[in-house]
């Protein structure tokens, strides 16, 4: 009989029983944002590939201006002018400038720009230099951004906006990514009815499906529904099974009465391992993992479905990472408790908030609720923990807050 | 000449210049997270519609339990049992009990549910129950959940998960949310090639527009591309005029140089009104803001990616926010800086930041780099300010860190 985990056990159990499908795919620049990075990147180029000045002015050989000033100006004949887009290529003779716009490219010879608000145009194809520039000022070298085989994104990484732009730069159009994971979702229970349905007496509407929809949508994963599935172990097992064919992970959700719990548990060991039975949490202690003779996990969520957000959240989403390779850190903000709230039943609890910024700070007002009470999620903007061994926090209490607004 | 303004002044611009569009459409449930709620959200029925249990066991009428313990058990007779998704029609009588499951019905008469853990089963159709229980204790009321015309969701609210979950419990298929923006893209100047194409020299690829697309998609708004513009006056304002016709907000990215610049207010400006004549922020200063006749806004970024990244999370994203109705609080999360950092310019200064989990909390390091070098920004977990006000933080100085990892 297996005993019933820690959450960190759980997460731990996660890492050691599966690993990277490293399943990739080509996607253009144009879709990368988003998606999980399956190789590490490194510069192919210099970037950029010519001295550029960063101002509107003029090109010189910093030396030719030391010691000028306001009162003694550098005279020096404009030879050249270089514009947007075009190559400087010459080399500046001493003595001499040459006009180039921002971005513009700088001519070999020349080592610093001097800004045009600093010089004076005399109109007779000379400047007036008006304060001495330093070697290096207002340029930047080639490949001072990148140059051929510096690495500059890791695999694993969730690409990001500004990823993009740095792929745009080295002139990556394309990158290997992780293959989208596809995640089949069962419901099952003789109370459930679809959304779309009145329930009669004693029937409940089916949250778990769009609401677990919702988060693998939002991580980013691929949804197979596969309906609400009556209290019939034989008929469960077969949808477990199609499901695990086509699908990366499985989850059972609801079922969280105890026969159909167990028959949950022998359809898992009927297929392969049983890993977990019961995690000390609240809510969510009711959740079973187990995975196919072939790798496969399979996971019963518990049928409440505050219960089932958390177990998904916490255990579920990282799973979906640890198979796909994403290396995604959940950071977490410093609000303080409104209110106290108590726990004392030996198991680490999860609790919903809302946030409110006042004067002197962030404040996490507590969402009180029944297990089972999806609308007491509704408008949370975040979630924290009370460890198993704290008998509760007091009002004023600084919490750690995950935010899940919006996702 | 309009003034330089701070980032407050520039953000209070926004709100008082534009407003929202109000134009919504109606999505199904399953294709409602990560869009913005358009109208407030009631519920408009009992959920759950009966009284439920929470646990496997028995309902009873709390006051037959009381006094009863291991040694002297109340012993009521079964009088039903009542099947999961089944209606419970009748009412228990005085000294009876009914067999629930979790999340089953409990019939009228009965006030609690009593764990079969705390019960002993005789097997002549009565059960002894160990334990009293307290009226409401393990049971889920008719409305505790929502009743008809409690208030569940406000307009505004980007839609989450669990959002989606409550909708679902309330048997809402379908809500209105704000139709997605469609944001012009315009890249100008003579040095910019696609990512596609190898710059020859004096030339750089068009980082801007892949950065921005990326930006927009991942807020959510649709992105139509006008490829790059020369830099060419008239051909400008013909782009910007089409783009101002087909889309919600037009952003023209680049033309850092003077000459453009002005071009790019001149073209403002004959379309309606200049706002904004650059913002006291470093990298981020050569940004221009208008709106047409019709109070359409046209925003200039400049042409540095690391300056129009800036320029977009801060001021062009809340201005989307702003004209769909969207109500998004963005947290920071505090980290310690790793090494100093300089800063005496006069203006509020932004810098991005890799982020280190170490056991006495969260250090950022900050990533130094020359404004225009992108790949700086790569693999950047966020970024920071330091006021105008300030000169430098120390090293170990406290920050607090916008996260922009993924999006």
Redesign the interface.
Known sequence: MLQVMTPDEVLSLIDGQFHPLNIQERVS??D???RVLAEDVC?GEY????D?S?V?GYAVRASDTFGCSDAIPAILPVSAE????????FTLSPFECCAV?????VPGGADACVMIEYTEDYGDGTVGILKPAAPGQNM?FRG???YPG?P???AG???????????????I?EVSVSKRLSVGVIST????VP??D??????????????????L??YGAEVRSFGIVR?DERLLGEVVRRAAEGCDLVLISGG????VKDASCRIIESMGTLLLHGIAMKPGKPTIMGKTGSGKPLVGLP?H?VAA?FVTKLFVLPLLARLEGRI??R????ARLTESVGANHGRAQYG?VR?E?RADG?WAHPIRS????????????GFFCIDRDCEGLPGGAAVEIT?????
């Open positions: 620049l144009y990368a944002v988003g510069a970037v950029p590939d010519f550029r960063t509107d270089v514009l947007m887009g075009q190559a400087a290529d716009p921002t971005g513009g490219a930047i001072d951004d990148v510096k500059v994104l890791s990484r969730l690409l990001s906006s500004q990823d993009v732009g740095a792929l745009a730069a080295m002139g159009t229970g003789d109370e459930l959304p779309e009145k329930p009669s007496a004693g029937q409940v509407r089916d949250v778990n499906a769009p609401m677990l929809c919702a988060m949508k939002a209290d969280s009465s105890v026969g049928g479905p957000y995604a850190e950071y977490t903000v410093t919903c946030l910024r962030l029944k297990s089972g009470l999806i609308t007491s999620l509704a408008g949370a903007d935010v899940c607004s919006g996702d």
